[in-house]
């Protein structure tokens, strides 16, 4: 056994676990429960009074983060300390959000001017196309922005532009290409015009294969349609801490955007691989984006651990996880402009604690990382909510609703307010055998049918849920709940004693699909490898099965 699961906290966890009431008892002994178990800060209020939590039972999961020094390593991390152990590297995407005049070090060196000086650079930019003082090669004004990229340097700038789009100010248009399916960036390019189209190449490591590969049929593109090696400076940028690679590839180095290894992929939409989105928003909410992610640093920084967002909606998910065997977690955005953040937070969560081994290298023995998936209401209640509701596996969730629409338009907005209420209402009480009779009262079944009938209608209820709201989805909302999401990923991380900062598992993925790709062109006998892998890619080269 571990140290974690072996610990006092964790076993009395456990007895607590195996006799809790109902939550509707919960809420029917005490009025004041959503009063008690919700939190107002940053422009979000958490309600997690729908989760089957007890005073006692908060106070000991609250013992579980003190005992595995929760405090300490949030306090690591905003010191720059190199938590990310098995890379020996610090882990500061709050550094990105934080203050001009901050003093955060790394080795002994700030590196709060150092990304001052590349948010200058990036507002310089934008201007610089918003003007036309940066022109294509014939002169023309760009209109479009490619982004090339993939994982974290693809998904936040796509989901969080789509998330702003009432605060796009049209003054480019930005398209997203990360799969190396060539039909990715065939479909995007059959639109644009070389002439006004500017490539963003966005690679932390300038070495990922997908990346290189659409960038160089970017530019293969861009040289047959008329441009020449000349204008490439005019047409191509880059965002990476590759400088010699970008270089070496044909990109100007006055067109490179830093990056820094303290940064991780799927933390790095408010470094200069935000540039999509602070292009289509314009430099100002931007920054509120970047402030609104900075007031949930300070909150997660400074407020004591039981009135902590983050700090709490991780508890609740090791609770889920650890003591009754939840799979997985699912997020439900009620807002059409929210409708990519379930899968923003599922790469920011699995890619972060999907671990078996501790820190020390011992190999756990309780559940990591569970599954993160959702999608959008209410679309997602005529499909997968029935399982949430009936199904055997017990699924938290997060519903996250703005209370004000930017596009309110008669009863819509009361309509997906009043379903999203509807249904952690429903998952928490639930419906009795009885009540299922009660409803069938008047209907023209035989009383044995009845009988059946309700069987069927029960719904066991206690499906914890938490609500998150704002009063509007804004840049500053979003900046806070984005970060609200990766603060709680830590505190995850940290009960569980895990890097939550290394990707080890995607990373021989990569190493891998290169391998399979040289033996692919120098035709090599693959006998060595496994019998489906041989078979395979002899398959592929035949082209036919
Ligand atoms: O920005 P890069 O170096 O191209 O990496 C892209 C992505 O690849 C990964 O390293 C692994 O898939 C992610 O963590 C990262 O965001």
Known sequence: MTHLTQ???????????????????????????????????????????????????????????????????????????AINTTEQRAVLHTALRAPADADIRVDGVNVVPEVQQTLAQMEAFVEALYSGQWRGYTGKKITDLVSIG?????????????????????????HFVANVDGTAISEKLKKLDPETTLFLMSSKSFGTQETLTNTLSAKEWFLAKGGSQQDIGKHFAAITSNVAKATAFGIDEDNIFPMW??????????????????????????????AGARAMDVHFASRPLEQNMPVIMGLLSVWYNNFFNAQSHVVLTYDHYLRGLPAYF????????????????????????????????????HAYHQLLHQGTALIPADFILPLQSHNPIGEHHAQLASNCFGQTQALMQGRTFDEALAELADSS????????????????????????????????????????????TLVQGAIWDINSFDQWGV????????????????ELDSKDLDSSSNALINLFRQGKI
Not at 272 to 280: C, Q, R, T, V
Not at 452 to 479: F, Q, Y
């Open 7 to 81: 610990s006092a906290t964790w076993q009395t966890l456990k007895a607590m676990s195996a006799d809790l009431p109902h939550m509707r008892e919960l809420f029917a002994e005490n009025p004041q429960r959503f009063d008690q178990l919700s939190i107002k800060d940053c422009g979000l209020l958490l309600d997690f009074s729908k989760n089957r939590l007890t005073e006692a039972v908060l106070q000991e999961l609250l013992k579980l983060a003190r005992e595995a020094g929760l405090e300490q390593k949030i306090a690591a991390m905003f010191a720059g300390e």
């Open 261 to 290: 290894d303290w940064v991780g992929g799927r933390y790095s939409l408010w470094s200069a691989i935000g540039l999509p989105i602070a292009a289509l928003i314009g430099m100002d909410n931007f920054k509120a984006l970047l």
């Open 507 to 522: 990373e021989l993925g990569k190493k891998l699909g290169n391998e399979v790709l040289s033996r692919i062109g120098a």
């Open 346 to 381: 599922q790469q920011l969560d699995m890619e972060s604690n999907g671990k078996s081994v501790t820190l020390d290298g011992n190999a756990v023995d309780y559940s990591t990382g569970p599954v993160i998936w959702g999608g959008e209401g209410t679309n997602g209640q």
């Open 150 to 174: 993939i994982g974290g340097s693809f998904l936040g700038p796509k989901i969080i532009s789509e998330a702003l789009r009432p605060y796009w100010n049209g003054k480019l248009q930005c």
């Open 445 to 488: 079944f035989t009383e044995a049918e009845k009988q059946l009938i309700a069987k069927h209608k029960v719904m066991e209820g206690n499906k914890p849920s938490n609500t998150l709201l704002m009063d509007k989805l804004t840049p500053i909302t979003l900046g806070a709940l984005i970060a609200l999401y990766e603060h709680r």
